[in-house]
């Protein structure tokens, strides 16, 4: 009789600790480095702390708008010009039917990158900003590098949705859906997943949806879960 060794799946290791400031970090948290999106709702209120530590910044077309208009309120900056010029996006990327057109002269005068990708309409803004993320950044560098997305929750439950199956369309990447309510990330059925809950900024509630298939097993240690196959919410 022949005997196939099942390999064990590789444990992933999940943490919000970006939302902590830098001298709270937990010494057992998974260091990771991350991208941000920006997209076209209202600003959460922890926005400046990711701005400041993120490695690269992306505002999806009117997401722009919104660095624009907003930021200078939740900083303690002096004004507003110096505000708009502190906060400078690498990249504006979509089909450019939100931003507005000073806010696009502006940011391209400072020097953001410009991507306009009007001639695509089969695929989100939040899309085409993943892509270009998967297709630029090395593959050594992915297994360290999350996307935190900000504005994907709320508003229509269209784009809501849409948001969403991103995460499915690259579940090889690790991708965190931000409000200032809830996270939302996708665990792939690829791997073991460790979570690791920060009480400080997260909870009470915690949200598991088995999607595609029946939940396995799931067990629960103090506060790290193992899970698999789960779509995750946390409420912040």
């Excluded at 948290?29 to 400046?48: D, E, G």
Aim: aromatic share 8%.
């Amino acid at each position: 009789m022949l005997y196939r060794t099942v390999r064990p799946m590789d444990i992933m290791k999940h943490s919000s600790s970006f939302l902590l400031p830098k001298v709270n970090q937990p010494a057992n948290a998974p260091v990771k480095n991350y991208a941000l999106v920006v997209l076209n709702q209202h600003l959460p209120r922890f926005m400046p702390h990711l701005w400041a530590h993120a490695k690269l910044r992306i505002c999806a077309d009117g997401g722009a708008n919104r660095i624009f208009d907003e930021m200078f309120d939740m900083t303690n900056d002096k004004d507003q010009k110096s505000s708009r010029n502190r906060y400078i996006p690498e990249i504006i990327e979509g089909d450019m039917d939100s931003i507005r057109p000073e806010v696009k002269l502006f940011y391209s005068n400072q020097g953001s990158k410009i991507s306009d990708k009007s001639y695509d309409q089969e695929t989100t803004d939040l899309h085409k900003c993943i892509s270009r993320i998967h297709h630029h950044i090395p593959n050594n560098e992915k297994p360290n590098l999350s996307v935190l997305v900000t504005g994907a929750l709320g508003g229509r439950f269209d784009h809501e949705a849409a948001n969403i199956n991103v995460l499915y369309v690259f579940s090889d990447m690790r991708i965190v859906l931000l409000s200032d309510d809830c996270l939302i990330r996708l665990l792939p059925k690829t791997h073991r997943h460790e979570l690791y809950i920060h009480s400080s900024v997260e909870g009470p509630h915690c949200g598991l949806f088995p999607v595609g298939a029946p939940s396995t097993s799931t067990t629960t240690t103090g506060l790290k879960w193992n899970l698999s196959k789960f779509l995750y919410a946390l409420l912040l």
